[in-house]
């Protein structure tokens, strides 16, 4: 339709035969053309001197096995055949006009874009065609260019159908599998494993192999074969659908197509119901989009539409449109033939650009965790905001950071550092790691703040940068160390990572956050941005441990506040209040905080929960910061071991910060006095008569004789000035 030397067919013959097999193995050269002969009687020959002809000839021999057509170009003169495209046939849906005047035609099933450009010199006969077949609901066969996805030619379905198409059934087929408990995460990566083996080699994608590697379209009959292979290994999975907000408004950065991304106006994939321990979370089958099993957010996430509706379904519903009218292929007939059209389609991209995934298209991807589960995937899901590992600081500077932070056995570990002291140098380390493909330069910006619940980017004091700093694929860097000297005071700090890695990986803007909604995605949303508000504090039995922190409003705008005491992991019979701003309680609500001592200004709460204490809707100023005080006492009889106590804030109803203190009680070395003043060797007969409140534990002598206690005159003689 569109050029005179094009053809749209069915194939006959191939010539030699069995040719496309052995076209790879055997190098056929131009000395032995393969012919093909065409249902309707034309003939062709391709040259074999031309770098794509032997994967034409195999994608030939498919099409002529499962009945499809084929469109090829071919040169009047020499009755070669110059190109060579795999068409689709579909029924046609809707057909809306984009600004610039081009046209996007929706087609059956079909979850990519197709555009029908209005400077194409056959627009109107194209559009006619299309028209018609939506109009009486006819199926068409229709052409477009490998990569743009542009409508070149339409013709009526050729007289054997190249697919059965999938049923509309007014109820589920009767293999319709019931629901099974949660899988462990361990499961979801086997099931990931074995579908990600069945991927395509590009370059000749054999059956039964699935195009993960093609992923412009096809996206439901890939998933209707992986849920097979799923049923058939006894596991039940589910399918979730994602819809575009706009005509093709999904969009994925791959290196699978040579542009580097593709645009969907649907998705759809397998999922799996994983059990964390704490409750049941939905991850995500997708080797078209990711290396392992990811949680729903997080595949949603990277399809950027923030306005995008869902729907879960089982396994049985081969296609949902997005009004929620579903077609089922009880057989696989369908799947199997749409699967040959992809195969075919990625096997035909690899002869034209060379096989994905494209060098051009692939980046660095470094990233800083959040937590220890942090895995660099965004956006953050489940687990701390401000616990990050990856921020570490020293009172020494470390012989070798990288031998020291960087093993593995380092990596699984929170508490590599050491309390920042006043008055001396202190030495930051950031590790950093590459989930990308290549390897890429990072600048890493280093900041502190007082400890905070809302540690927002005005209140952020730079310490300077580092870097920047090779990091290859999958492997970790230490980078620093960063020298700081000028520390304000004695006490903890929370300190912000900012990094940048590339141009396609970039710091983040902070002076684009202006809103709380900003400051939230930057959090969640960047795996280039982390903070740490997280200090160990060696207790013992008995012990009192109090810290001051923050409480703040967003700059300019007054929102109201929640803040939560969790106490969850604490011992039983431990006893926390919080001591705060008055007007920030005046007008809220209480949850299991009992008032106790009031001033003119403060109020101090008493929790009564072991679990989570909340002050609901503070009325915040734009701007506010108060200080608050959280004392705990420990009970006489402790067992040895870790507890965590935190304290977030949440505005509507997001969280925004966190201050987490982890407990170790033990038996440390040195017992200082807060009352005394004075420092014990922990077995000296004058700590047994010490109160658990006036016990402080100290595992480094001189520390505690740098911030002023003096020396047992029995257990320490040497350092008393008594």
Same mark, same amino acid.
């Given at each position: 339709?569109?050029?005179?030397?094009?053809?749209?067919?069915?194939?006959?013959?191939?010539?030699?035969?069995?040719?496309?097999?052995?076209?790879?193995?055997?190098?056929?050269?131009?000395?032995?053309?393969?012919?093909?002969?065409?249902?309707?009687?034309?003939?062709?020959?391709?040259?074999? /001197?031309?770098?794509?002809?032997?994967?034409?000839?195999?994608?030939?021999?498919?099409?002529?096995?499962?009945?499809?057509?084929?469109?090829?170009?071919?040169?009047? +003169?020499?009755?070669?055949?110059?190109?060579?495209?795999?068409? $689709?046939?579909?029924?046609?849906?809707?057909?809306?006009?984009?600004?610039?005047?081009?046209?996007?035609?929706?087609?059956?099933?079909?979850?990519?874009?197709?555009?029908?450009?209005?400077?194409?010199?056959?627009?109107?006969?194209?559009?006619?065609?299309?028209?018609?077949?939506?109009?009486?609901?006819?199926?068409?066969?229709?052409?477009?260019?490998?990569?743009?996805?542009?409508?070149?030619? $339409?013709?009526?379905?050729?007289?054997?159908?190249?697919?059965?198409?999938?049923?509309?059934?007014?109820?589920?087929?009767?293999?319709?599998?019931?629901?099974?408990?949660?899988?462990?995460?361990?499961?979801?990566?086997?099931?990931?494993?074995?579908?990600?083996?069945?991927?395509?080699?590009?370059?000749?994608?054999?059956?039964?192999?699935?195009?993960?590697?093609?992923?412009?379209?096809?996206?439901?009959?890939?998933?209707?074969?992986?849920?097979?292979?799923?049923?058939?290994?006894?596991?039940?999975?589910?399918?979730?659908?994602?819809?575009?907000?706009?005509?093709?408004?999904?969009?994925?950065?791959?290196?699978?197509?040579?542009?580097?991304?593709?645009?969907?106006?649907?998705?759809?994939?397998?999922? $799996?119901?994983?059990?964390?321990?704490?409750?049941?979370? %939905? @991850?995500?089958?997708?080797?078209?989009?990711?290396?392992?099993?990811?949680?729903?957010?997080?595949?949603?996430?990277?399809?950027?539409?923030?306005?995008?509706?869902?729907?879960?379904?089982?396994? +049985?519903?081969?296609?949902?449109? !997005?009004?929620?009218?579903?077609?089922?292929?009880?057989?696989?007939?369908?799947?199997?033939?749409?699967?040959?059209?992809?195969?075919?389609?990625?096997?035909?991209?690899?002869?034209?650009?060379?096989?994905?995934?494209?060098? !051009?298209?692939?980046?660095? +991807?470094?990233?800083?965790?959040?937590?220890?589960?942090?895995?660099?995937?965004?956006?953050?899901?489940?687990?701390?905001?401000?616990?990050?590992?990856?921020?570490?600081?020293?009172?020494?500077?470390?012989?070798?950071?990288?031998?020291?932070?960087?093993?593995?056995?380092?990596?699984?570990?929170?508490?590599?550092?050491?309390?920042?002291?006043?008055?001396?140098?202190?030495?930051?380390?950031?590790?950093?790691?590459?989930?990308?493909?290549?390897?890429?330069?990072?600048?890493?910006?280093? @900041?502190?703040?007082?400890?905070?619940?809302?540690?927002?980017?005005?209140?952020?004091?730079?310490?300077?940068?580092?870097?920047?700093?090779?990091?290859?694929?999958?492997?970790?860097?230490?980078?620093?160390?960063?020298?700081?000297?000028?520390?304000?005071?004695?006490?903890?700090?929370?300190?912000?990572? %900012?990094?940048?890695?590339?141009?396609?990986?970039?710091?983040?803007?902070?002076?684009?956050?202006?809103?709380?909604?900003?400051?939230?995605?930057?959090?969640?949303?960047?795996?280039? %941005?982390?903070?740490?508000?997280?200090?160990?504090?060696?207790?013992?039995?008995?012990?009192?441990?109090?810290?001051?922190?923050?409480?703040?409003?967003?700059?300019?705008?007054?929102?109201?506040?929640?803040?939560?005491?969790?106490?969850? /992991?604490?011992?039983?019979?431990?006893?926390?209040?919080?001591?705060?701003?008055?007007?920030?309680?005046?007008?809220?609500?209480?949850?299991?905080?009992?008032?106790?001592?009031?001033?003119?200004?403060?109020?101090?709460?008493?929790? /009564?929960?072991?679990?989570?204490?909340?002050?609901?809707?503070?009325?915040?100023?734009?701007?506010?910061?108060?200080?608050?005080?959280?004392?705990?006492?420990?009970?006489?009889?402790?067992?040895?071991?870790?507890?965590?106590?935190?304290?977030?804030?949440?505005?509507?109803?997001?969280?925004?910060?966190?201050?987490?203190?982890?407990? $170790?009680?033990?038996?440390?070395? @040195?017992?200082?006095?807060?009352?005394?003043?004075?420092?014990?060797?922990?077995?000296?007969?004058?700590?047994?008569?010490?109160?658990?409140?006036?016990?402080?534990?100290?595992?480094?002598?001189?520390?505690?004789?740098?911030?002023?206690?003096?020396?047992?005159?029995?257990?320490?003689?040497?350092?008393?000035?008594?």
């Amino acid at each position: 339709m569109t050029k005179k030397n094009a053809l749209v067919d069915l194939i006959g013959t191939l010539s030699p035969a069995g040719v496309a097999k052995r076209a790879r193995v055997e190098a056929v050269t131009a000395a032995q053309p393969v012919s093909v002969t065409f249902r309707q009687g034309r003939s062709a020959t391709l040259d074999m /001197t031309d770098r794509r002809a032997a994967a034409w000839a195999e994608i030939l021999d498919s099409l002529r096995e499962s009945e499809h057509p084929v469109y090829v170009e071919i040169d009047p +003169d020499t009755d070669v055949v110059t190109e060579l495209l795999v068409p $689709v046939t579909f029924g046609v849906g809707t057909i809306e006009r984009a600004p610039s005047g081009d046209l996007v035609v929706h087609l059956g099933m079909s979850s990519g874009p197709h555009y029908l450009r209005k400077a194409n010199p056959d627009f109107k006969k194209l559009l006619a065609a299309l028209r018609k077949a939506a109009q009486d609901g006819s199926r068409v066969v229709v052409t477009e260019t490998m990569d743009e996805h542009e409508i070149i030619d $339409v013709r009526e379905q050729l007289a054997h159908p190249p697919t059965p198409a999938a049923i509309e059934a007014p109820a589920p087929p009767a293999r319709r599998a019931r629901a099974k408990a949660a899988i462990t995460l361990a499961r979801a990566e086997q099931l990931f494993d074995a579908m990600a083996a069945r991927t395509c080699d590009p370059v000749t994608a054999p059956a039964p192999c699935i195009p993960f590697m093609y992923p412009d379209d096809g996206c439901w009959a890939r998933a209707s074969e992986m849920c097979r292979l799923m049923l058939d290994m006894g596991e039940t999975p589910e399918k979730i659908w994602i819809y575009a907000t706009t005509d093709n408004s999904l969009s994925v950065r791959t290196p699978n197509n040579p542009s580097c991304q593709v645009s969907w106006c649907y998705h759809v994939a397998p999922i $799996v119901r994983v059990s964390t321990g704490s409750g049941t979370d %939905v @991850y995500v089958i997708d080797p078209s989009m990711f290396s392992e099993p990811v949680p729903q957010a997080v595949w949603e996430y990277a399809q950027r539409d923030p306005t995008h509706t869902t729907a879960i379904t089982g396994p +049985d519903v081969y296609y949902r449109s !997005s009004s929620g009218s579903e077609l089922f292929d009880p057989t696989y007939a369908d799947t199997a033939a749409n699967l040959i059209t992809y195969r075919n389609q990625l096997k035909n991209r690899s002869a034209t650009f060379g096989p994905p995934p494209y060098a !051009s298209c692939q980046y660095p +991807d470094i990233f800083i965790r959040d937590n220890l589960q942090d895995e660099g995937l965004e956006p953050l899901v489940g687990g701390g905001i401000s616990t990050s590992p990856d921020i570490n600081h020293y009172r020494q500077e470390l012989t070798n950071a990288q031998t020291t932070l960087g093993s593995a056995a380092a990596m699984g570990r929170g508490d590599m550092f050491e309390d920042v002291e006043k008055g001396q140098s202190n030495y930051l380390y950031v590790r950093l790691q590459n989930r990308g493909q290549v390897a890429g330069d990072a600048l890493v910006d280093l @900041y502190w703040m007082p400890p905070s619940t809302l540690p927002t980017p005005t209140s952020w004091n730079s310490l300077g940068s580092m870097g920047p700093t090779t990091v290859a694929p999958g492997d970790v860097k230490v980078v620093g160390p960063l020298e700081w000297s000028s520390v304000p005071n004695e006490g903890h700090y929370c300190f912000v990572a %900012v990094l940048g890695s590339s141009p396609h990986d970039p710091k983040p803007d902070l002076n684009a956050i202006t809103t709380i909604d900003d400051f939230y995605h930057l959090i969640r949303n960047s795996n280039n %941005v982390t903070w740490k508000n997280f200090d160990v504090t060696d207790q013992f039995s008995g012990g009192l441990m109090h810290f001051d922190f923050e409480v703040r409003g967003w700059p300019r705008i007054a929102y109201p506040g929640d803040l939560e005491l969790d106490l969850s /992991t604490l011992p039983p019979g431990s006893e926390a209040t919080l001591r705060i701003v008055k007007r920030l309680t005046a007008q809220a609500t209480l949850e299991r905080f009992q008032i106790g001592d009031e001033t003119a200004y403060h109020v101090t709460l008493r929790a /009564t929960s072991a679990a989570l204490n909340a002050i609901r809707a503070m009325p915040l100023r734009a701007s506010d910061c108060s200080l608050a005080t959280l004392t705990v006492q420990l009970p006489e009889t402790v067992e040895d071991g870790m507890y965590e106590l935190s304290v977030a804030q949440r505005i509507k109803g997001q969280e925004v910060g966190r201050i987490t203190r982890r407990l $170790v009680v033990g038996n440390h070395p @040195y017992v200082a006095n807060r009352r005394s003043h004075e420092i014990h060797i922990a077995n000296c007969d004058w700590v047994d008569k010490m109160s658990g409140r006036n016990k402080i534990a100290y595992r480094d002598l001189q520390l505690a004789l740098r911030r002023g206690y003096n020396g047992c005159r029995f257990c320490l003689p040497e350092h008393s000035t008594d």
